[in-house]
Nanobody
């Protein structure tokens, strides 16, 4: 089993930026799709972004396109989420996740039920 640890969250003013990191240990993330989800108080955990197994295709929640960028560094076993132009609606706990099996099919990559390993989350709070 892989351990995922998120970092980089915090308090930021509206319009600001944050870069989240997800460091994996125990197992490799190589060959696995990786994703970010977020959960606001009282709401379900929603898909934010994902990157495929080899890092050449990315996926975003439609409303976040152009503001968020996902990337991966397999040599460092780490995934990143660059978040720009943040607003109060981005306030949530952000979770990193590894797909449950290698070479994830693209049609499943947005579903949280397909991810077997999760981090503990990092809080992002955007003040207006």
């Amino acid at each position: 089993q892989v351990q995922l640890v998120e970092s980089g969250g915090g308090l930021v003013q509206a319009g600001g930026s944050l870069r989240l990191s997800c460091a994996a240990s125990g197992r490799t993330i190589r060959r696995y799709a990786m994703a970010w989800f977020r959960q606001a108080p009282g709401k379900e955990r929603d898909f934010v972004s994902a990157i495929n197994s080899i890092g050449d295709t990315t996926f975003y929640q439609d409303s976040l396109k152009g503001r968020f960028t996902i990337s991966r560094d397999d040599a460092k076993n780490t995934v990143f989420l660059q978040m720009n132009s943040l607003n109060s609606e981005d306030t949530a706990v952000y979770y990193c996740a590894r797909f449950s099996r290698a070479w994830a099919p693209q049609e499943l990559i947005r579903s949280r039920y397909e991810y077997g390993d999760w981090g503990q989350g990092t809080q992002v709070t955007v003040s207006s």
